[in-house]
């Protein structure tokens, strides 16, 4: 097996087990968010992202935590804004 198909292996193989772990670590969260370790230690540390100690020194994340974080704080499109907008209005309007 050629050395690119032995890295192409493991690629799918690191995928795979991140998209599947209920919980990983440090090093596979970073990964999974595509974030540096050290980001991903200051959000812990400013309490930004949820994890877990449970001996009071590993952190840990529930992977389905991290992707409801990450869909937080959701930006509307110009089209919603302008929908909205255009409710507002109309309600508006008909209370008059």
Same mark, same amino acid.
């Given at each position: *097996?050629?050395?690119? *198909? ?11 087990? %991140? =998209? !599947?772990?209920?919980?990983? !670590? !440090?090093?596979?969260?970073?990964? @999974? %968010? #595509?974030?540096? $370790?050290? @980001?991903? @230690?200051?959000? !812990?540390?400013?309490? $930004? ?9 590993? =952190? @840990? ?21 302008s929908q909205k907008a255009q409710n507002? =209005?109309?309600? $508006? #309007?008909?209370?008059?």
């Amino acid at each position: *097996m050629s050395e690119e *198909m032995k890295q192409m292996a493991e690629l799918i193989a690191v995928n795979t087990i %991140l =998209c !599947t772990k209920e919980v990983l !670590t !440090t090093d596979e969260a970073a990964k @999974y %968010l #595509g974030v540096s $370790k050290s @980001y991903l @230690y200051k959000l !812990t540390m400013q309490q $930004k992202i949820p994890h877990y100690k449970p001996l009071g020194k590993m =952190c @840990y994340f529930n992977r389905v935590e991290l992707e409801q974080w990450l869909q937080s704080n959701r930006i509307a499109t110009e089209d919603e804004i302008s929908q909205k907008a255009q409710n507002y =209005c109309m309600k $508006k #309007g008909a209370r008059r």
